[in-house]
């Protein structure tokens, strides 16, 4: 069985910290449906699952491609009051009959999709984290965790003035059915995107999913602040200039970093592994010193 997701995270359109309770506001899309909400180790608040019918063919590296019947999961997490994510996943499991089956009985195994006909899966890991888009009729979880994310943003709830500016970053996932591939990979595509993949663990999808959020808001908030750095100039800009620039650093983000916690027992072992590899917890640390050195420097010069 194979699982692929894609998340998009950026930063919630407020001018400060939405309210615990006006989180859960936020995310309610479902009536009657529950929005869960956890305090520790940083508020987190996960919107009900929207399950979305498709039938669509599989994006892959060659020509063909399978057609596939199913449901996807689609939901939006918000943490700390300030960052927003959209996230869509979805397990391509083996139908033995590949025959189409009646709506009733997708719906009965939500979040999976059966391929009608042939599905050569070990390309499919690589087809999904190279797709270009959407294109006539493939699988675009793209769009539909980009639609989670907005649904979020639009809320008139939201002032729509974000404290500063910010890009939004993509992860897309991938979960092979075998172990050909070793341990988890992670690939900068570019500045913003990247792609993932993991090895079979024993977890479920949802334990998947959430390991992917975690890690995708981490990269988010490293990217975000690399890229205030970059813009405030230091060493060459004017002090208040650079101060100005990098202070939403502390205010709005530093507390968030806090990586691994609550996820999957079976999966934390990958964060390391990822961490080891590219550094992102060092990367972190030496940049946030880096900004509160420049915000004593200029408490100091300050100074009368």
């Avoid at 709830?157 to 979960?175: I, N």
Wanted: hydrophobic share 40%.
């Amino acid at each position: 069985m194979v699982m692929i997701g894609e998340i998009h995270t950026g930063l919630l359109r407020n001018s400060a910290a939405v309210s615990p309770s006006a989180t859960e506001t936020l995310l309610a899309f479902i009536v009657g449906e529950r929005v869960r909400s956890f305090s520790r180790p940083v508020h987190r608040v996960m919107s009900p699952h929207v399950l979305t019918g498709v039938d669509c063919h599989l994006p892959t590296t060659t020509a063909s491609s399978a057609r596939v019947v199913g449901t996807v999961v689609s939901r939006a997490v918000v943490t700390g009051g300030h960052v927003v994510q959209g996230s869509a996943y979805v397990r391509v499991a083996v139908d033995p009959t590949e025959q189409r089956k009646p709506w009733s009985h997708y719906l009965a195994h939500p979040g999976a999709v059966h391929p009608l006909g042939k599905l050569d899966r070990a390309q499919l890991p690589t087809g999904h984290l190279t797709s270009r888009g959407s294109a006539g009729r493939t699988l675009d979880l793209g769009a539909l965790s980009i639609h989670a994310l907005d649904t979020v943003q639009g809320h008139d709830g939201l002032d729509q003035s974000p404290p500063f500016k910010s890009q939004r970053t993509r992860l897309r996932w991938a979960v092979p059915d075998d172990t050909a591939d070793g341990g988890p990979a992670l690939r900068f595509d570019d500045h913003v995107a990247r792609a993932l993949t993991l090895p079979p663990s024993g977890a479920g999808i949802a334990a998947y999913a959430g390991f992917c959020e975690d890690l995708a808001l981490h990269d988010w908030l490293l990217t975000t602040v690399l890229s205030m750095i970059g813009k405030a100039k230091i060493g060459s800009g004017d002090r208040k200039g650079v101060i100005d620039q990098l202070s939403p650093a502390i205010d709005y983000l530093a507390h968030l970093w806090m990586p691994a916690f609550g996820i999957d027992p079976r999966l934390v072992g990958f964060w390391n592994a990822l961490d080891q590899g590219a550094g992102l917890g060092v990367q972190w640390k030496t940049t946030v010193d880096r900004i509160r050195d420049q915000l004593v420097l200029a408490a100091v010069t300050a100074t009368p």
